[in-house]
């Protein structure tokens, strides 16, 4: 009984691994797919800064 439960346990844990690849892949294709751009576009504030006021900021923030 004990022989045929670890094969059971290893073949479980072989399934888990498998899946967790696949897994893991698929969600790595979708975050090249989808979100390949940068999240800040370059010169954001003063993008933001031309948005609000109209003109360009001439004084850039520092952080």
């Known amino acids: 009984?004990?022989?045929?439960?670890?094969?059971?346990?290893?073949?479980?844990?072989?399934?888990?691994?498998?899946?967790?690849?696949?897994?893991?892949?698929?969600?790595?294709?979708?975050?090249n797919i989808w979100f390949n751009s940068p999240t800040f576009p370059k010169n954001f504030d003063n993008q933001v800064a031309e948005r609000i006021a109209g003109t360009p900021y001439p004084i850039k923030e520092t952080r």
């Open 1 to 31: 009984m004990s022989l045929e439960t670890k094969k059971s346990d290893k073949r479980l844990v072989k399934e888990i691994i498998i899946i967790l690849i696949i897994k893991v892949t698929i969600l790595m294709l979708i975050k």
